[in-house]
T-cell receptor, first 119, second 112 residues
């Protein structure tokens, strides 16, 4: 089945540094990927839609300069948390839909998530 | 640090019993609904989906019911097993749209 891989699965960084998280679709192409954030005991909240070859679309309240998204190829989207602070500590999850005949197949595949801890 | 989290509603079920997890969705225009299972420290895993032109769909040990009148979804798990212990989320979207909105989630605890 289709697989979405995230790297790293966990990362600890110092306050003020930047952290990059990768999301790859391993056996299919994804023109669109999604980035979610999940705090403990809470649901997944959509942060942004990553579009291959164009700018990401951010949800209301998500700072685009804080969370930089790059979707440079049909199989890779990256999320960079810039100048990370402890409140950015969270579980970041990406998702992608496999295209079928040029259209989204309807099934979303999620990555395993990346746990960010900012000290 | 991280936000203080809400406590997820918890459903405790004896192993072998049936489980029913409920969800209220928000957008009456949504036409595609999905249930996900999330184990601790992992991403959501697709369980079953249903389109708005149906009111029931069955999978292996799972059944999803949709009541559009009251914007309600339920997930029924037959013969619940310890491996079913996880947090379950419903999600709503438009078919083919890819962008989904997740519900608040329910933690299922299976008592051996």
């Amino acid at each position: 089945g289709a697989v979405v891989s995230q790297h790293p699965s966990w990362v600890i960084c110092k306050s003020g540094t930047s952290v990059k998280i990768e999301c790859r679709s391993l056996d299919f192409q994804a023109t669109t990927m999604f980035w979610y954030r999940q705090f403990p005991k809470q649901s997944l909240m959509l942060m942004a839609t990553s579009n291959e070859g164009s700018k990401a679309t951010y949800e209301q309240g998500v700072e685009k300069d804080k969370f930089l998204i790059n979707h440079a190829s049909l199989t890779l989207s990256t999320l960079t948390v810039t100048s990370a602070h402890p409140e950015d500590s969270s579980f970041y999850i990406c998702s992608a839909t496999r295209l079928a005949g040029g259209l989204p197949s309807g099934e979303l595949f999620f990555g395993e998530g990346s746990r960010l801890t900012v000290l | 640090g991280e936000s203080v989290g809400l406590h997820l509603p918890t459903l405790s079920v004896q192993e072998g019993d049936n489980s029913i997890i409920n969800c209220a969705y928000s957008n009456s225009a949504s036409d595609y609904f999905i249930w996900y299972k999330q184990e601790s420290g992992k991403g959501p895993q697709f369980i079953i989906d249903i389109r708005s032109n149906m009111d029931k769909r069955q999978g292996q040990r799972v059944t999803v019911l949709l009541n559009k009148t009251v914007k309600h979804l339920s997930l029924q798990i037959a013969a619940t097993q310890p491996g079913d212990s996880a947090v379950y989320f419903c999600a709503e979207t438009f078919f083919g749209y890819q962008k989904v909105t997740f519900g608040t989630g329910t933690k299922l605890q299976v008592i051996p």
